[in-house]
């Protein structure tokens, strides 16, 4: 790509700092700025324009070397911890520091010393270096390829669209440094995503494509290192090109690595099965193999009865047995599924299934991560953008031969935004990079071609308008289309570092080329990011874009999909990752219900990788995290969708609760329902001893006996969408069985916060003030959390454990002995403070204990129809034409 001033001076001190010494002196950024820029006045423009490999140099303004300055900092300035590990049994005897304390002092590093030095031309010193440690505790729990016979299976969790390819493109080019002379990486179930995966895997490992030296290739291609890929860019695995592509090469005594990338296909999997056969004398394969799993959690698993076993994981068993020596590894950033895999199953001709039976493996992610938390809750929402237009133009709930008639206008909004956010990267010299705003608002193909009409439509309109008047002052008032792009921008981005004018400057010389792509199986004209210039693609699709796909420079969302599942509502987000100079341009339209769901899927799954670690800490199993998860509260759905005892009538379903907090983040609209509530508290209110103090303040009763609790539980009537309240996030079946079957006494506390007065006997309090709105005929309370701050640690008595635990919800649980019921009353407000429901009941449950807790989960027969039909009612319809 052609650089400007900007792009290349950038250039220019960004190899400087990069090749200098690691980590950067304080000053050093400082003072390459400064010495580069006292050599520009100092000598004449030809030798400037030599220096910085240009043809013409414009010198900067004081404001872009402040804005290179920032870039340069928040680059430098990155920190990346290191993961986690559980390890099976056997594991926790082998000898796991095979790796780094033999082999690699031993073994030419020759396809992973170049992948690392090709990293750090993009990446931040501190991450290479730890996905460096990351990869090498990895490659320890593999296994020594030397070894007569092994098999072995692990499982690495990273965050959506973290760099897990980058991670595992590493931890490849190990491999083949100790040994692995067969590696596979299965990608996606999608074309696209198996063939990006293969260009990242030709640009991290072998080096080449079509004969062309690429990413850590380029300067550093050995004729006799080049692994031999049988798959390209082009083409997926067929075994006509195989036979081809390694014509003369005997597969018994080769003595390069060979790589596949292969998509998630049965047809194709059983292509390379047959193919291998055939290469090879027998079934018992001498080269040590390495299979790297691509969104594991995806197609991989083992849904039916392990007697008859699904055909994408019977195929990819069988694939691992055809090899003496095999190593199989997981990637995912929604392990639910991966986790539900039973561990015992074996089948008779193809072995284990795919359970991580020997390690799991949990990154961290860098804290340039544009990630959930940092969306939905650390920045109080100022990239998110409520869609509140009702669903007469596109309803969550419609068919295939639904039409739209006009693009709703948050949409066109969001379509203005994206032309913006082009236009203030080109200002701030990014002109280079690729930009992408993305459409996800169905799962049908011919809606998608709906959208995509009348998206190219509006861009023709504001196409010519920009044309037409550019060139014109006051072009807001020569153009409705120009007046409207003005008015976005001030909506959201006044005050940036890049004015209207500035911006206004940018529009004519990119409006032409900004493309509306299609992605799906259907697709006509292919979505392509290209190297030589920069790709401005608004891009329209559904499943297709929705695992593991990277839409390139992303900053403009527009989002309707809806799911009750967390892993398939994380995998949606193609929002997260990167966004080095423009995150702050960075938005996401989406309905405010989704931008609650996916607050609360953050929360529970940062609270699982909490529990990962003290497990890890503890020297727990795979097998441990396992039942773990699946008795976990927050994963009850994810049973459901995978129930698996297809042929009983009833079965048992477990639930561990010790450590969690459930809460009636749902109350009914019903005023019999609240008058009916409210009672229940003042009824177990009296089974309690008198307070002693007048204030209105929070009150705990400790060591209450559990008939006061389980007389208010069955007293009190919650929303159910269920009869078990697994929808309503308040488990009430299992929470019942609780209190029956462990003989334990409660503590009691009833809350006190800053509305008006509530009195009963001698109990005084102020109510709580929680917002609201309607969802399914209840009340759902803001963020489905009815307790706040300090609630969970109340009971506490030592003075200094509570100053320490107070504001840490899950330690508190850890540390308390009892459970905790919690009793609320709420004064309902609308966003505009005026009070809706002036009083309403509300409860909690904490239960104390954590992920090591030794109590026995919650057992309930089930009936298997009343999963099904529960499954069936909430899950987002997964068929489509996409």
């Known amino acids: ?97 095979w790796w780094t304390s033999v082999k690699k002092q031993e073994t030419d590093l020759y396809y992973w010393n170049r992948y690392r030095e090709h990293l750090f031309k993009s990446l931040p010193p501190t991450v290479v270096n730890t996905t460096d440690d990351d990869t090498d505790i990895v490659m320890n729990n593999l296994e020594n390829p030397e070894t007569e016979r092994f098999s072995r299976y692990g499982m690495v969790v990273g965050h959506v669209q973290s760099g897990k390819t980058g991670n595992y493109s590493s931890l490849v080019c190990k491999a083949a440094d100790a040994g692995y002379k067969f590696i596979v990486v299965v990608a996606g179930g999608m074309n696209n995503l198996r063939d990006q995966t ?31 890929s049988l798959t390209t860019v082009e083409r997926d695995f067929n075994r006509h090109d195989a036979d081809r592509l390694s014509q003369g090469i005997n597969f018994e005594t080769v003595n390069v690595p060979v790589l596949l990338v292969i998509k998630k296909n049965v047809r194709t999997l059983k292509s390379v099965i047959e193919w291998l056969e055939k290469q090879y004398k027998n079934n018992d394969i001498e080269h040590a193999m390495l299979v790297v799993d691509d969104e594991s959690d995806n197609a991989s698993i083992n849904t039916k009865e392990e007697d008859d076993p699904t055909s994408i994981n019977l195929a990819l068993r069988k694939l691992l047995s055809l090899f003496k020596r095999s190593a199989y590894v997981a990637y995912t950033a929604t392990p639910y599924a991966n986790i539900f895999i039973d561990h015992k199953a074996a089948h008779n001709t193809v072995g284990n299934d795919l359970f991580p039976k020997d390690f799991i493996y949990a990154l961290d992610a860098p804290t340039n991560y544009f990630g959930a938390r940092k969306i939905f809750i650390d920045s109080e929402r100022r990239h998110l953008v409520a869609i509140d237009e009702d669903e007469k133009y596109l309803p969550y709930s419609h068919n295939k031969e639904f039409r739209l008639d006009e693009l709703p206008d948050q949409l066109l909004d969001a379509i203005r935004l994206f032309i ?36 190219a439509n509006y861009m023709k309109s504001i196409k010519d308008d920009i044309v037409a008047f550019i060139a014109l002052p006051d072009v807001e008032l020569q153009s409705v289309f120009l007046k409207e792009i003005k008015e976005t921008y001030y909506r959201y981005h006044a005050g940036i570092d890049i004015t209207w004018e500035r911006a206004l400057k940018e529009l004519d010389e990119f409006i032409e080329g900004v493309l509306v792509r299609e992605v799906h199986t259907k697709t006509v004209i292919p979505l392509e990011y290209r190297k030589d210039r920069a790709t401005n693609a608004i891009v329209i699709g559904g499943a297709s874009l929705a695992r593991g796909f990277t839409v390139e420079g992303l900053s403009v969302s527009y989002f309707l999909r809806n799911t009750v599942f967390y892993d398939t509502l994380m995998q949606m987000g193609r929002w997260f990752g990167y966004r080095p100079g423009y995150e702050d341009l960075c938005r996401i339209f989406m309905h405010s219900d989704r931008i609650t769901d996916f607050a609360e899927i953050i929360t529970a799954t940062e609270s699982l990788v909490e529990d990962f670690r003290l497990m ?4 727990k199993t795979p097998d441990d995290f396992g039942l773990y998860i699946t008795e976990n509260p927050d994963s009850a759905l994810q049973i459901t969708a995978r129930n ?14 010790d450590g969690s907090l459930k809460e009636t983040s749902y109350l009914s609209i019903d005023n019999d329902v609240i008058a009916w509530n409210l009672n229940a508290v003042r009824k177990v209110l009296d089974l309690l001893p008198p307070v002693l103090s007048d204030e209105r303040e929070t009150h705990v009763w400790r060591d209450v006996d559990r008939s006061v609790v389980r007389y208010f539980v069955d007293a009190f009537k919650t929303y159910d969408r269920d009869k078990l309240g697994l929808t309503s996030r308040m488990p009430i079946g299992f929470i019942r069985e609780f209190i029956e079957e462990r003989e334990t006494n409660w503590d009691v506390a009833i809350y006190s916060g800053g ?38 640690a109340v009971p506490i008595e030592d003075a200094e454990a509570l100053k320490r635990l107070k504001n840490d919800r899950k330690k508190a649980r850890a540390y308390r002995k009892r459970p905790l019921l919690m009793l609320h009353i709420l004064e309902m407000k609308e966003k505009n403070g005026d009070s809706i429901v002036d009083e309403i009941a509300a409860f909690g449950i904490s239960f104390s204990g954590d992920a090591l807790s030794d109590g026995l989960p919650v057992r309930l027969m089930v009936n298997t129809v009343f999963f099904d039909q529960l499954v069936e009612s909430l899950k987002d319809d997964v068929e489509s034409d996409d």
């Open 420 to 455: 913006i956010n082009i236009a203030i990267r080109r200002a701030r010299g990014q002109s280079d990079k690729h930009n992408s705003m993305l459409i996800h608002a169905t799962r049908f193909t011919d809606v998608h071609k709906n959208l995509a009409a009348l998206t």
């Open 1 to 97: 790509m052609e650089k400007n001033s900007y792009q290349a001076v950038w250039r220019y001190l960004f190899d400087k700092l990069n090749n200098g010494s690691r980590p950067l002196d304080k000053n050093r950024i400082q003072q390459e700025i400064e010495n580069l820029r006292m050599v520009i006045e100092a000598v004449q423009l030809p030798v400037i324009q030599s220096i910085l490999a240009i043809d013409e140099f414009i010198d900067l303004e004081d404001g872009e070397w402040s804005r290179m300055k920032r870039d340069f900092e928040s680059h430098f300035d990155v920190e990346m911890k290191h993961g986690d590990v559980i390890q099976g049994n056997e594991q926790q005897l082998r000898d796991t520091t």
């Open 644 to 657: 698996k005892q297809k042929h009983m009538e009833y079965y048992f379903h477990s639930m561990r609760l």
């Open 755 to 792: 509305g008006g007065c509530f009195g009963y006997n001698t109990v005084k309090i102020k109510k709580q003030e929680r917002q609201y709105s309607v969802r399914n005929g209840a009340f759902e309370i803001l963020n489905r959390q009815v307790s706040s701050g300090s609630s969970e």
């Open 198 to 228: 293969q260009e990242r895997m030709n640009e991290s490992f072998v080096g080449y494509d079509k004969g062309t030296q690429v990413g850590a290739g380029v300067g550093n291609g050995a004729k006799g290192k080049i692994p031999l």
């Open 616 to 619: 890890a800490a503890n020297k």
